[in-house]
């Protein structure tokens, strides 16, 4: 039976990712309040949101420090753009901010309104530097199988989503895939040092492939999140690094998810040890209380960007100013409770710790994560991690039965994760722990019977 409210979404409204039938069917599911780390529905049921809405509510639900930003803004100036040789002072502001917090050389910022934005821009500057550099044959992007960069052509395009590149045609042309680095999904068995290095080299293959004169840049996610948290091997990283360097592709990382205290640094990049020439960043800029989004730019590309005149690109809310107060405002939260220091040393490892417990579950056959991300494999036979057969629905099983428990927790195939708020408490990471583990025996159930 589905509420007044439901039957009305039903009627009028298109959701993002959702099979349309099944809600249909069901209805959607209507959250109406959040404080904290919980949620409440439509009947007043409070759930622990261990996804931080889409990896993006970092402060919580309900931070006044936020709202009365907004508010000041909406008084002062509601609305004006950056274009034509204008600013206003919350966007200068927030660019200095995000200039002292970025690692490396990364002292310039361009604002977009999402993370697809950012992405979209990211292939518009590449090409436009090396067009300046006088190298135009340098167009080519290659990004990797199983990255999300959005849902923009460009985004889903630089993604290695193969469902979304099915819907449409896509890549867009002189975008081109390697293989992610997913040691338990593809390399299992093998040395995972030797697998990053493996998976690392693929992208100097195909750059010799494509001839390097083609190519601008490698875009990647320092842990790729949508995907299913996948943390690469220590060996990865520093190796795709290395191949950028020899040919002079420009590295492009992309934390839209990982930036903003998620893994215990300001940014995943320092975690890794990268020196990107750009940076993407959305969601906990803001703690998703408001679209905003970033392309941090180093030196090497800001000076080519400005000697070229102008850049023809940028959008009507390109540093939108009542965003860019809430983004400073979540900065200074951040830095006075010292968030990014808590993730590190307090409340990230003893998530990892307590999440990892959940490994000698019979449904697990592994638990990863870092900082405040963290993933675990459904399978059928612990013994030699064989997984559950296509279709058997493992994953959606789970997270079915933790909606039920009241804990949103999410399943990429049969790969379930999380990415709570960075304000979480011991008492509330003991609780998800608590449901998680509940959740496994009652998919166990379902699934074994
Ligand atoms: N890049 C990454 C790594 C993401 O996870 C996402 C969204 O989940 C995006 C880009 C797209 O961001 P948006 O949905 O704000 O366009």
Redesign the pocket.
């Known amino acids: 039976q589905k509420s007044p409210l439901q039957q009305l979404d039903a009627a009028h409204h298109l959701h993002p990712f959702t099979d349309s039938q099944a809600l249909h069917q069901k209805g959607a599911r209507v959250i109406e309040r959040g404080e904290g780390v919980y949620l409440w529905d439509a009947d007043g049921r409070r759930i622990l949101d261990a996804m931080a809405g889409?990896?993006c509510v970092n402060l919580g639900y309900g931070r006044e420090e936020l709202v009365l930003a907004a508010e000041r803004q909406l008084r002062r100036l509601p609305y004006y753009n950056l274009f034509f040789q204008t600013t206003h002072p919350r966007a200068t502001e927030l660019a200095a901010s995000l200039a002292a917090l970025l690692p490396g050389d990364m002292e310039h910022l361009f604002f977009t309104g999402?993370?697809?934005?950012c992405?979209d821009t990211v292939i518009r500057m590449v090409r436009h530097y090396w067009a300046e550099q006088g190298q135009p044959g340098r167009k080519t992007i290659i990004s990797r199988y199983n990255a999300?960069?959005?849902?923009t052509l460009a985004?889903a395009s630089l993604g290695g989503m193969k469902p979304m590149h099915a819907q449409g045609g896509l890549p867009l042309p002189d975008i081109v895939h390697i293989d992610q680095p997913y040691h338990f999904g593809e390399g299992l068995g093998q040395d995972p040092y030797q697998f990053g290095l493996e998976r690392a080299r693929q992208l100097e293959q195909k750059i010799l492939e494509l001839g390097p004169d083609k190519v601008a840049a490698f875009i990647g996610?320092p842990i790729q999140?949508?995907g299913g948290v996948i943390i690469p091997p220590d060996s990865y990283w520093p190796e795709i690094q290395r191949i950028c360097r020899q040919y002079d592709i420009l590295l492009v990382v992309?934390e839209?998810?990982c930036g903003f205290g998620r893994t215990g640094h300001w940014f995943a990049s320092e975690h890794y040890g990268l020196e990107p020439d750009l940076l993407?960043m959305?969601?906990g800029i803001t703690s998703g209380y408001i679209p905003l989004?970033a392309v941090a730019v180093g030196a090497r590309v800001a000076h080519g960007l400005i000697k070229g005149g102008e850049f023809f690109h940028g959008f009507t809310y390109s540093g939108h100013p009542v965003a860019c107060a809430v983004a400073l405002a979540n900065i200074e939260v951040m830095q006075k409770e010292r968030l990014v220091e808590r993730v590190h040393d307090v409340i990230g490892p003893y998530l990892q710790q307590e999440w990892a417990s959940l490994g000698s579950h019979p449904l697990v056959g592994e638990t990863r994560g870092l900082g405040l991300l963290a993933a675990l494999e459904l399978v059928a036979d612990k013994s030699d991690n064989r997984r559950f057969a296509e279709g058997a629905g493992a994953g959606m099983i789970c997270r079915e039965h933790c909606f039920d428990l009241g804990l949103v927790m999410r399943a990429v195939g049969d790969t379930m994760i999380i990415s709570p708020p960075l304000v979480i408490s011991r008492a509330e990471v003991d609780e998800l722990i608590r449901k998680a583990r509940q959740a496994l025996d009652l998919t166990y159930q379902t699934l074994m019977n």
Do not use: Q, R
């Not at 999402?114 to 934005?117: A, K, L, V």
């Not at 999300?148 to 849902?151: A, N």
């Open positions: 889409l990896w999402s993370g697809s934005e992405n999300y960069h959005g849902s985004g996610e999140g949508a992309d839209v998810i993407c959305a969601k989004g």
